[in-house]
């Protein structure tokens, strides 16, 4: 399977524009969680 990243990237991006934060977590043979916080009032 090849994946790409591309769909990350743009989250990444849309995050920025957004003036928010994304953080990942990783584990080895588990997978990886991301976390996105977004300011909204």
Known sequence: MGIT???LS???HLVVLLKGEI???SK???GT???I???FR
Request: hydrophobic share 45%.
């Open 37 to 39: 916080t977004l300011p």
């Open 23 to 25: 953080k990942v977590k």
């Open 5 to 7: 990243g591309l769909g």
């Open 33 to 35: 969680i991301f976390h």
């Open 28 to 30: 080895l043979d588990k």
């Open 10 to 12: 743009i989250v990444k």
